[in-house]
């Protein structure tokens, strides 16, 4: 176990905070079990042996499991650290965010982001000094009926996802999503499995895969959780086959609803779902960042 701070507190309220070695790693498991990108014990452990994973801890918590974070690489990112997990609540949360951000702004990252978190929550992080890196707008569609497909674009097919198609995928996805929010393939794998019944479907133009869509149910409840379509390919009808194939297949799962979410300056987004019958809910999430100059600023 080595600490990141001297064990001395540096003033009456920080408590210690230390940095979990690899023997601790798995007492921390049975909180973050559950959390989609650490789908079994096997990722988690994987990820943090890595070293793209790191938690900080308090140790004189007399918890079967203390108050902790679980930070690490933002998908294949090294420069973004993001929060995977807090344990906390209140100055232990406040404390361990900050001593993580720190940590890992010393090792060159250059800003952490959090999850997606509701109203609360992202005000709290921004009195710490956190940003809003985007809003994240919700929409719901319920299937009444069988979705049809819509019309199938010339020299377009849609297939079931292969693992030789990983490559082309990838390719396809840093193709059509910003730097932030393009994949790398253990994210992807996390996202593909992250329901109790998944479906991830291709389109192909000959042997080129020029877009897919990844989504899931657990039980009645489906999720649209990926869509891309390469960017020269845009505007040809694709976006809309994918998303027709998916819901018919969630619907035939035995979805109800079907859930997804986008940024709010996704406009192309947004248009789609809008044109496919989703509706906006009121409730909305925040994806907050904290960079490393502002950090330097206060600290
Ligand atoms: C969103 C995306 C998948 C749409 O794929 P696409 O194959 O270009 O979409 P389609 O040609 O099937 O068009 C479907 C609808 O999208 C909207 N749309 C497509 N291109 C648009 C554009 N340039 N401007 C505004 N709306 C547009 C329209 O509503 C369109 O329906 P319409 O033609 O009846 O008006 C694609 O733009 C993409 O990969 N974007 C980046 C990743 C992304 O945003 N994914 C989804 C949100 S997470």
Not at 81 to 106: D, I, P, R
Not at 130 to 151: M, S, T
Not at 209 to 214: L, M, Q
Request: proline share 2%; glycine share 8%; hydrophobic share 40%.
């Amino acid at each position: 176990m080595s600490p990141i701070i001297d064990t001395v507190e540096r003033n009456n309220r920080d408590p210690e905070i230390k940095k979990a070695e690899a023997a601790m790693f798995k007492l921390f498991w049975p909180e973050v079990r559950g959390n989609y990108f650490f789908r079994n014990r096997r990722v988690y452990m994987d990820f943090l042996k890595s070293g793209d994973g790191k938690i900080y801890y308090m140790p004189q918590q007399s918890l079967t499991i203390p108050a902790f974070v679980l930070v690490g690489n933002w998908r294949d990112r090294t420069d973004i650290t993001a929060l995977w997990y807090v344990k906390g609540v209140g100055l232990a949360k406040k404390s361990l965010v900050m001593e993580a951000a720190g940590e890992c702004f010393n090792s060159g990252a250059e800003k952490m982001v959090t999850k997606l978190l509701g109203e609360y929550e992202a005000a709290e992080f921004r009195q710490w000094g956190f940003k809003k890196a985007c809003r994240i707008v919700l929409f719901e569609k319920r299937l009444a009926d069988r979705p049809g497909i819509a019309g199938q674009p010339v020299g377009i097919r849609l297939s079931r996802f292969r693992k030789s198609m990983l490559e082309k995928v990838l390719k396809v996805d840093s193709s059509s999503f910003d730097d932030f929010w393009r994949l790398d393939d253990r994210t992807l794998e996390a996202i593909a499995s992250s329901c109790r019944r998944n479906v991830f479907l291709v389109a192909q133009r000959g042997n080129q895969v020029v877009g897919y869509a990844v989504a899931g149910a657990n039980g009645s409840l489906g999720y649209l959780q990926r869509l891309g379509v390469e960017r020269g390919s845009h505007g040809q009808g694709i976006g809309r086959l994918l998303c027709s194939a998916v819901l018919r297949t969630l619907y035939d799962m035995g979805t109800t609803v079907v859930m997804v979410n986008t940024q709010e300056d996704n406009q192309v987004g947004l248009r789609l779902y809008d044109k496919l019958g989703f509706r906006e809910l009121l409730d909305t999430r925040y994806i907050m960042q904290y960079e490393a100059n502002d950090y330097r600023r206060v600290s």
